[in-house]
């Protein structure tokens, strides 16, 4: 292993070590926020009514504001877990074909943040979609539909971003096809 992709090994392992638990930890609160108004609050608030909107609505609301806080803060933390992951996956992979130029590195990194992207957006809307139904059932077809288009842009683009990765592999595999083509020396 050379010494740029044991660095990245490091800086990926010491990022991992301080993301994953503010992630997890996150990630419980978020769980806890959704469980407790999902069978707690939203149904004990089911005959009421503030100020003309009834207040299963209003405390939708309150919780959709309160995770996507969380979220932001879980989002900053995968994606610097990601870079430093994609870093060290790039280092180990050119360590096949020799050096690695930072234009490569970044595209790794773009290909993998987007694919996670993707995975937490649609991982969150599963979790909300009936809190957004609650607000209006309009709501969520809208956000759903927003998700499809700006996921297949971001897949697309996660795609491209690993380009050079297969172009290498394909160009290898095609030269051993066709150095079996090469007639036997000897």
């Not at 149904?43 to 959709?64: A, F």
């Amino acid at each position: 292993m050379g010494q740029a992709a044991m660095k990245a090994y490091i800086d990926a392992i010491r990022k991992l070590r301080d993301s994953a638990p503010k992630i997890l930890i996150n990630s419980g609160i978020i769980v806890l926020i959704w469980a407790f108004t999902k069978y707690v609050f939203t149904p004990l608030s089911v005959e009421y009514v503030l100020l003309g909107i009834p207040l299963p609505q209003l405390i939708g609301i309150v919780m959709l504001t309160a995770v996507s806080l969380l979220i932001i803060g879980i989002a900053r933390e995968v994606f610097n877990l990601i870079d430093a992951t994609s870093t060290y996956l790039a280092y180990t992979i050119s360590a096949r074909n020799g050096e690695i130029s930072e234009d490569e590195i970044s595209n790794y990194k773009r290909g993998f943040r987007g694919i996670a992207t993707v995975l937490i957006v649609v991982i969150f809307f599963l979790l909300f979609k009936e809190f957004l139904n609650m607000l209006h059932p309009l709501l969520s077809s809208v956000v759903l539909l927003g998700i499809a288009i700006w996921s297949i842009v971001q897949l697309v683009n996660s795609g491209k971003a690993f380009s050079t990765l297969a172009e290498y592999y394909a160009r290898q595999w095609a030269e051993q096809l066709q150095s079996r083509l090469q007639p036997e020396e000897g």
